[in-house]
């Protein structure tokens, strides 16, 4: 089984836009600190400045930007144009990092689309041997795009490995607007694939997630509810099943942020986030028990820091071959206006809502 | 008094209509929460409703209001433009039902 999706678009990294560099992504946050409360305020305001981790608990791998699709709203700005991928050296060291480490209960691959890196198979196998959970930040659609994919469903079961999956609607307009053409009904084949082998079906224990993102520029509507929807639109229309839907709020970051201001809504929509920051999804956010790791061996406090290129606020830790524990607990996070992202509402984060 | 009727930075600031009146204003805002909280009938489904209303009493600001809320609660534009037809039906409707007093009054009064 193979299957093509309609890339109509390029990273911004391959159009050099001017947003392709972090930088000037982060001039543009910062910019107007009069109508936009600087995040460090509101930390300041609730005594939660500066941010600080509370343990290390989530060891979140970036394994390559290279990806099947060019989804509109990427925070990687991935694609199959991106050729930045982990080697395997790299990721010798992280095997030996999580051998020393025990605190880490969670190892989170993501990409790009994890899968494509080369060795993935060979990192998940050396994992799944020292017994840590693993998640898999999988697109779907990989796993119909060639023959060699096709049994992924069978290899991450093998490993138990737990599938998180984006799929912004379970309607096929509103998916492929924001992840291409195609890509509905490929993730709707990729979902029913897992299904087969156990995926999200009681009793199986292996685990499916999906996630949802707002196609536009908006903010996602309840967690719950919204689960609620899915799991009664995917069974009656697909008899697809799975178990928890993630709610994630897009940050401005990168490709989204391109969008957010060429579609004329950056203002809007920072003002949006700024009034709905929430003091309790501060406490809660996933920067403090994760740490995110780049695919050429830098350590950032999450994987939004990681494309902004703000590395850890440890000097002696800032990449994995001189991984200190000690420093890394005892830093300060970094923030900016994007974190804003993170606190909106119910909050965000890898696992969706936070509150 | 501006030069516009309507300006949209307003919608932003209805929360201070309970400035004049506190008392009342706090108790239509407290009503107004719990009608569109999750009940028999789901948030998602009284967001469409809002939205139809809204066209019915031509209000900018619910319109703009219900919009963002109900695409953002995954409704299609296809549903929510279904939805304001809905609202022009019953007012279109609402004139033309009328038509039968109209007819009475005519054939009453007509040789």
Redesign the interface.
Known sequence: MSEFIKIKLKSLKANSNSLSKAANQLILLEQNPEEFTPFRTKLNEINLNPLEPTALEVFQINLGKMCNQVCTHCHVDAGPDRKEIMTKETMKIIVEILKLNPNYKVVDMTGGAPEMNPNFRWFVEEISALGIQMYVRCNLTIITANKKYNDLPEFFKKHNVEVISSLPSYSKDRTDKQRGDGVFESSIKALKMLNEVGYGKEGSGLTLNLVYNPAGAFLPPDQNALEKEYKLALEKDFGIAFNNLFAITNLPVSRYLDYLVSSGNFEDYMSKLIDAFNPTAALNVMCRNTISIGWDGYIYDCDFNQMLELKVACRDSQHISEYNSDSLLNRNIIVSNHCYGCTAGSGSSCGGAVV | MDKNYYNSDDLKKFGNIVDFQKEMGEKFFGYYGEVFK?GAL???EKSLIALAVSHAVQCPYCIDAYS?DA????Y?EAQMMEAVHVAAAIRGGASLVHGVQMMNKVKKISL
Not at chain 2, 71 to 74: I, L, N, Q, R, V
């Open positions: 999750e789901t948030a998602r963002s695409y953002e609660k995954g299609s």
